[in-house]
């Protein structure tokens, strides 16, 4: 009688312990679906989140912002350049001041070209809606300010340093005027090629 009594009290456990292990189970695949559904949530979330174009807006103003400031960069070491070898060259040869402001004209366009691209960058950002700016545009834009600003960048640093060297020289020999507008007329397209290529970068 005693070993019946405990024998079925051990099965009866084991069937216990069973039945509270298959509910564990249960429980913890229906808490798997939930914690499986909810990740998908925040996932599905964060899609619509990433659709939303943060990131691509990031990089469509990332592109004004290098346009516009790298182009200012270049315009402004080129006037100071320039300007600096003009004013040394105005006590001796007053003259010539007006006659050789040509490299601070020249290097102030570039600061022209980097509003170009900024303007229109932005009109190209405003113009559509959040859904349909994909990180193509964003990165279309962004190179395209890259391009702009660079480009005027490295022709601000030519013209700074030919114009404060020619203006220099042209107080000694005239002649050399001409061949100065023509290394600056150079050296300016090379901000007219970026300014070129940011625009068709942009129509697309």
């Known amino acids: 009688i005693v070993f019946f ?3 079925s009290r051990r099965r009866h456990t084991r069937q216990r312990s069973v039945s509270w292990a298959r509910r564990c189970v249960q429980e913890t695949g229906y808490q798997r679906r939930v914690h499986g559904d909810i990740r998908k949530d925040m996932f599905l979330e964060l899609a619509a989140l990433d659709d939303s174009t943060n990131t691509n807006y990031f ?4 592109g004004i912002a290098c346009a516009l400031v790298f182009a200012n960069l270049g ?9 600096v070898g003009i004013t040394s060259m105005g ?6 001041i007006i006659k050789s402001v040509v490299p601070v004209v020249m290097a102030g366009i ?5 509003l170009i691209i900024s303007v229109i960058i932005n009109q190209k950002i405003n113009g559509v809606d959040a859904k349909t700016y ?9 190179a395209s300010g890259l391009c702009n600003g660079l480009s005027s960048l490295a ?13 220099r020289a042209n107080a000694q020999q ?8 023509l290394t600056l007329i150079f050296a300016e397209a090379l901000g007219l090629y970026g300014l070129i290529v940011a625009i068709i970068i942009t129509q697309q």
């Not at 315009?75 to 300007?83: D, E, I, L, P, R």
């Not at 050399?176 to 507008?181: E, I, K, S, Y």
Request: glycine share 20%.
């Open 91 to 96: 006590v001796l040869r007053p003259d010539l």
């Open 174 to 181: 005239e002649q050399v005027f001409v061949g100065m507008l």
């Open 75 to 83: 315009s402004a070491y080129g006037s100071a350049k320039s300007g």
């Open 5 to 7: 009594f405990f024998s």
């Open 59 to 62: 990089f469509g103003y990332l």
């Open 155 to 167: 022709a601000g640093l030519s013209i700074g340093i030919v114009g404060d060297a020619g203006v």
């Open 134 to 142: 994909y990180p193509k545009n964003g990165f279309s834009h962004l």
């Open 110 to 114: 570039l600061g022209i070209y980097g």
